[in-house]
């Protein structure tokens, strides 16, 4: 599903159930769009790559496909923390500048995935995140869950200064 399909059914669909991946970050639940989640994986060690952005922790040979893997918690400007047997990796599709491609999204655990028919909330005020990452907002049991917009996150180019 390309980033234009997965807006227009978002527009078109307002009746349907949505799916989210519900994950933790420093104690707090942001959310992605389950259909953009390819697996889920345990931490294990990247190959760092020279004169990367900070968040990028390096690649990970996927099967024969090398993709990068951020720290999601540095790109949304959290303090970072040492990874565990417990760390999670999302490997989630993206479409880019570059075209559709996988990456992997380091996360402190995933306890939840929902459903839901509300309609997301485009309002983001005031957090202490870069709000252009994000989707919108929705209440799930009294709980406000950030819904992170994946295909922003990663820019087309890994390298500083190119």
């Known amino acids: 599903m390309t980033q234009e399909n ?3 059914n978002h527009e078109v669909d307002r009746e349907k159930e949505y799916e989210y991946l519900i994950f933790n ?3 707090e639940e942001y959310g992605i769009d389950l259909s953009c989640v390819a697996e889920i994986r345990c931490w294990e060690v990247v190959t ?3 004169n990367q952005a900070s968040y990028i922790r390096g690649v990970l040979n996927l099967r024969g496909t ?3 893997v951020l720290d999601l918690r540095e ?3 959290m303090h970072c923390c040492d990874y565990t047997p417990e760390t999670i990796v999302l490997v989630v599709q993206i479409y880019d500048d570059l075209g559709e491609r996988k990456v992997g999204a380091v996360v402190d655990a995933v306890p939840d995935v929902v459903e839901t028919g509300v ?3 485009a309002s983001t005020p005031g957090y202490d995140i870069d709000t252009e990452l994000l989707h919108g907002l929705i ?3 009294g709980r406000i869950i950030r819904l992170l917009d994946m295909d922003k996150l990663l820019p087309g180019r890994l ?3 190119d």
Request: proline fraction near 8%; charge should be negative; aromatic fraction near 0%.
């Open 48 to 50: 760092r790559l020279p």
């Open 159 to 161: 390298v500083e200064g």
């Open 6 to 8: 997965r807006a227009v």
């Open 119 to 121: 309609e997301v909330s």
């Open 75 to 77: 790109r949304l400007q």
């Open 66 to 68: 090398i993709i990068p």
């Open 25 to 27: 970050l420093d104690g």
């Open 139 to 141: 209440s799930v049991d």
